[in-house]
């Protein structure tokens, strides 16, 4: 395991047993909460996108201002819902996101999950083509992005401009170098997995995937996570890819964690249906005393197979406490893991 960082879904709700009431209250704690997890060591802050819904949103003012607050730490999405973006004005925006982080940000997207409301994309004034499925157009603008995020210019430019232009065709700005080979794709399939390899994306992995087996949720990840690696290799890409498990992790060190997670029914995976089609596995949560906590969790077979592991935190908790989360895994449980 070579990182370690957190994903916040952002949650906020009024209630008085909320430390996080407000949609400025998960913003500003978010930022908060980065920074302290860059002082504790962590590797890596990412948040999740959602939309119609007490949750983080548009990611990329939240991204800016943890750049412009850290130095070192991987800041990042897990993931954006490309049924609701336009590509060119996201690349735009990743671009100066990434510029003011120093070159820090790590991109996670995907074709997007059932949202609060109906076909929600609809409302931001995307519609799929002719013959095409709201995941044909998610897709679609994946690839635009990816291409607009090599730089090369494509726009015929104005003959009489405002402002002197560079010669020949205009690309999107700001443009970061690199950012290209820093997007990640969320996969729930091992086929969409492997076309995530082919089209030169790293892979983001959640705590659910489709059953495609019966096995076990951390069998079945590794096996997706192979499927990736392998693909990515019959495509020759030539530099190496990262692949990222996320997991709700909590080592009990305290009353606290005894109180909020020392509880049963968390060893054991759950199915459901993320759809009406799609027969899903959500993987198990993780509590209990450290030294019980790494002997499970060396057992769980894809967080042997990826290099990144992001901690799910209850961002409702507070800032203080999910540092102390946060920390209580680093200390205690991830030199166990390899971590460094």
Do not use: C
């Amino acid at each position: 395991m070579k990182k370690i960082g957190f994903l916040s879904f952002g949650h906020w709700t009024p209630s008085p047993q909320s430390q996080t009431r407000s949609a400025a209250d998960a913003l500003l704690q978010s930022i908060d909460l980065a920074v302290a997890a860059e002082e504790l060591g962590a590797d890596g802050a990412y948040f999740r996108v959602h939309h119609f819904a007490r949750q983080l949103a548009s990611p990329f003012p939240l991204l800016a201002a943890v750049g412009a607050r850290t130095k070192r730490i991987e800041i990042g999405t897990a993931v954006i819902d490309m049924r609701y973006e336009n590509p060119l004005y996201m690349a735009e925006d990743a671009g100066s996101a990434d510029l003011i982080a120093g070159g820090r940000l790590q991109l996670g997207i995907s074709r997007g999950s059932p949202e609060q409301v109906i076909d929600g994309w609809r409302h931001f004034g995307y519609v799929p083509a002719e013959g095409e499925s709201e995941i044909d157009m998610a897709r679609h603008h994946a690839e635009t992005l990816l291409d607009v995020l090599r730089g090369e210019g494509f726009a015929q430019p104005n003959p009489r401009p405002m402002f002197p232009n560079p010669p020949g065709l205009l690309r999107v700005e700001p443009h970061s170098a690199g950012l290209r080979g820093r997007i990640w794709w969320g996969a729930s399939s091992n086929a969409t997995a492997a076309w995530a390899a082919r089209m030169g994306m790293n892979l983001q992995s959640s705590t659910l995937k489709d059953d495609e087996s019966g096995l076990p949720f951390h069998v079945q990840q590794a096996d997706q996570i192979r499927v990736f690696r392998e693909a990515w290799k019959a495509a020759g890409h030539t530099r190496a890819p990262r692949v990222s498990v996320s997991r709700s992790i909590f080592a009990l060190v305290d009353d606290r964690d005894r109180r909020y997670f020392g509880y049963g029914d968390q060893g054991e995976d759950k199915i459901g249906f993320i759809d009406e089609k799609t027969r899903a596995i959500f993987g198990r949560s993780y509590a209990a005393e450290p030294d019980v906590l790494i002997e499970q969790l060396l057992k769980d077979e894809a967080i042997a197979e990826a290099d990144t592991l992001l901690l799910t935190v209850p961002n409702q908790l507070g800032v203080d406490y999910n540092a102390h989360v946060i920390e209580a895994i680093l200390t205690h449980v991830a030199p166990a893991l390899g971590w460094r």
